[in-house]
Nanobody, 124 residues
Framework: QVQLVESGGGLVQAGGSLRLSCTAS????????MAWFRQAPGKEREFVAF???????SYVDSVKGRFTISRDNAKNTVALQMNTLKPEDTAVYYC??????????????????WGQGTQVTVSS
């Protein structure tokens, strides 16, 4: 069992940056693949990025080159650095975890644990 708490959302102008952070409680953080998803109003939850226990990463095409996912296994945290933000990045961002260390999956149904979400709003 793991609990996830996100922080770092807010309002930013287009072209700006935000850094989201997710802190996981519980043990064995290194055995989890961690991910970020987002959900805009009226849309389905969308994969943004994942990072495996050994640091392998994957991103949705729309954020490649702008977003960076990272993790600190000593601090039980995963971060999402978001640069050059666009209005279409506006959404609630969720941290997610699955108890397999090297699970390459972008399907939200495969993630067992979710945070409460943090709002990111990018103004034009």
């Amino acid at each position: 069992q793991v609990q996830l708490v996100e922080s770092g959302g807010g309002l930013v102008q287009a072209g700006g940056s935000l850094r989201l952070s997710c802190t996981a409680s519980g043990r064995a953080f290194t055995t989890y693949t961690m991910a970020w998803f987002r959900q805009a109003p009226g849309k389905e939850r969308e994969f943004v990025a994942f990072i495996t226990s050994d640091g392998s990463t994957s991103y949705v095409d729309s954020v490649k080159g702008r977003f960076t996912i990272s993790r600190d296994n000593a601090k039980n945290t995963v971060a999402l650095q978001m640069n050059t933000l666009k209005p279409e990045d506006t959404a609630v961002y969720y941290c997610a975890a699955v108890p397999f260390p090297y699970y390459h999956t972008t399907n939200p149904a495969n993630y067992n644990y979710w945070g409460q979400g943090t709002q990111v709003t990018v103004s034009s």
